[in-house]
C-alpha cells in the first residue's frame, strides 16, 4: 500500500479560506428568504402561517438528509460532496426565483436548496478538523464568522435588490454565485484521506460502527439536545426579527434586514474569535473548557433574547442584539470542537450529521411557531419565549459536563483501535 503525500501546511489555511467563502454563501443563501418575506408574502398572497411552514419544511428537509451526508462524509472523497452540494443548493435557489405558488417554493426552496445545503456542513467541518489539529478552535471559530458576515451582507444586499428590482432577482444573484464558487472549489480543493497518517485504502466506519460507537456516549447526546435548543431560538430570530422590528418601529424593509444582523452578527464575530481563541489556549490541559464555555454563552445570552420581545425602546432592542450576539459566539465557537473532544476522526462526519440532524428537527417548529403567534397578533411575546431554549440548552450541557464528558473522551483512544 502506498503511503500517502498530504498537501504542505500551507493548505489548511488556503482550505480555511475556501470553506469560510463557501460557508459565507451557504449562509447568507438562507438569509435572504427571511429578509425578502414581506415581499414574497404580498406578490404570492400567501400568509404568515404559510411562509412560516416554509422555513419550517426547509429546516426538516435538512435535519432528515444531514445524517445521510455525515455517513457519505466518512465514506467517499469529501472533496466532490463538498462541490456537487454547492452546485445542487445553489441551482435551487436559482429556481425559488420562478416560484409563483407556495407549492413552488416549498419544493425550490424547502426542497432543492434545503437537500442540497445539507451536503455540506459534515463534509466540510470534518475535512478542516482534519487539517487543524493545534489550530483546531481557532479554524472553527473563523469559518463561522463567514456565517455572521454572510447573514449581514447577504440581507443588506438581497433586500436593496429586492426593492430596486424585485425579490426574484434576489435569488437568480445568489444562486449564481454559488454555481462559480463550486467551480472554484472542484479546480482548488484535493482529494484526501480520512485519517491524516492512514492509507486511503483503510474500511470507512460502517453504519453498525457509527452508531455502536455513538449510542454509548451520553455526552453526544446532549451536547446534540443543547445544538436543538439553540438552532430553535436562532431559527425563530433570524426567520421573524426583520419582520418584528417592520411592526415594532416602523422601519423600511432593507433597514429592517441589516438593523436586525448588523449588530448581533457583528458582536458574534468578536464572540466567536474570543471562544475560539480561548478554548484552544485552555484546552490542551482542560478539555472540558470548550463546554463550559458553550454553557456560559447560552446561559448569558437567555437575558438579551428576552429583551427582543419585550423593549419597547429601539436602543434597548439595538443593545440586546449586540450582547445577544457576543454570548451566542462564545456558543457558536464550542459547538462542534465540543463534539470532536468525545468523538474520533473516524466518525466526525457521521456524528456531525447526526448532531444537526437532532438540532434541525428540534428546532425546525420555530418559524412556524413565531408565524402563528404573529397571526395571534403577539410576534413580541413569542421571540421573548426563545429564551427558554437558551437556558435548556445550557442545563444539557451543564449535564454532560458533570456526569458523561470525562468518561466519553477517555473512549476516544479506543475507537480506531477497537473498530
Known amino acids: 500500500m502506498a503511503a500517502v503525500v498530504f498537501p504542505g501546511n500551507h493548505y489548511k489555511w488556503e482550505l480555511l479560506g475556501l470553506l469560510w467563502f463557501a460557508n459565507f454563501l451557504n449562509q447568507g443563501d438562507r438569509q435572504i428568504f427571511n429578509c425578502v418575506l414581506p415581499l414574497i408574502k404580498v406578490d404570492l398572497h400567501v400568509d404568515d402561517i404559510h411562509m412560516g411552514l416554509v422555513a419550517t419544511t426547509f429546516t426538516l428537509v435538512y435535519g432528515v438528509l444531514v445524517p445521510v451526508a455525515g455517513w457519505i462524509g466518512d465514506r467517499f472523497h469529501r472533496k466532490w460532496i463538498i462541490c456537487v452540494s454547492f452546485a445542487v443548493f445553489s441551482i435551487g435557489t436559482m429556481l425559488t426565483g420562478i416560484s409563483h405558488g407556495l407549492l413552488a417554493l416549498v419544493v425550490f426552496r424547502s426542497l432543492a436548496t434545503g437537500g442540497g445545503e445539507c451536503f455540506y456542513t459534515p463534509p466540510a467541518y470534518s475535512l478542516l478538523s482534519q487539517h487543524h489539529r493545534a489550530t483546531r478552535g481557532v479554524a472553527l471559530a473563523v469559518n463561522q464568522t463567514a456565517l455572521y458576515i454572510g447573514v449581514v451582507t447577504s440581507s443588506w444586499i438581497a433586500a436593496a435588490i429586492a426593492e430596486k428590482y424585485g425579490w426574484r432577482v434576489s435569488f437568480f444573484t445568489f444562486g449564481a454565485g454559488g454555481l462559480i464558487l463550486s467551480l472554484v472549489m472542484m479546480g482548488r480543493l484535493r482529494n484526501d484521506a480520512h485519517e491524516l497518517g492512514h492509507h486511503r485504502d483503510d474500511a470507512p466506519a460502517s453504519i453498525r460502527e457509527i452508531l455502536r460507537v455513538l449510542i454509548h456516549k451520553p455526552t453526544f447526546f446532549l451536547l446534540s439536545g443543547a445544538f436543538g435548543c439553540m438552532t430553535f431560538a436562532t431559527g425563530g430570530f433570524v426567520t421573524w426579527m426583520p419582520t ?62 428576552y429583551l427582543l420581545g419585550a423593549a419597547s425602546s429601539a436602543l434597548v432592542v439595538y443593545g440586546a442584539l449586540a450582547v445577544f ?9 464550542t459547538i462542534f470542537a465540543s463534539l470532536y473532544e468525545v468523538v474520533s476522526s473516524r466518525h466526525r462526519s457521521s456524528a456531525t450529521g447526526l448532531m444537526i440532524m437532532a438540532a434541525m428537527v428540534s428546532g425546525a417548529s420555530a418559524p412556524l411557531f413565531l408565524g402563528y403567534i404573529r397571526q395571534c397578533g403577539n410576534l413580541s411575546m413569542g421571540m421573548s419565549w426563545l429564551s427558554v431554549a437558551y437556558v435548556a440548552g445550557a442545563l444539557l450541557i451543564w449535564i454532560a459536563i458533570q456526569f458523561a464528558f470525562d468518561r466519553d473522551r477517555k473512549r476516544v483512544a479506543c475507537e480506531g483501535s477497537c473498530a
Open 244 to 305: 418584528l422590528l417592520i411592526d415594532k418601529f416602523h422601519l423600511s424593509l432593507s433597514a429592517a434586514a441589516f438593523q436586525s444582523v448588523c449588530l448581533h452578527y457583528l458582536f458574534a464575530f468578536f464572540g466567536v474569535l474570543t471562544g475560539g481563541w480561548l478554548s484552544d489556549r485552555i484546552a490542551q490541559k482542560r478539555p472540558v473548557v470548550r463546554l463550559q464555555l458553550g454553557a456560559a454563552g447560552l446561559l448569558l445570552g437567555a437575558p438579551f433574547i
Open 325 to 333: 450576539g457576543f454570548f451566542r459566539g462564545i456558543y457558536d465557537a
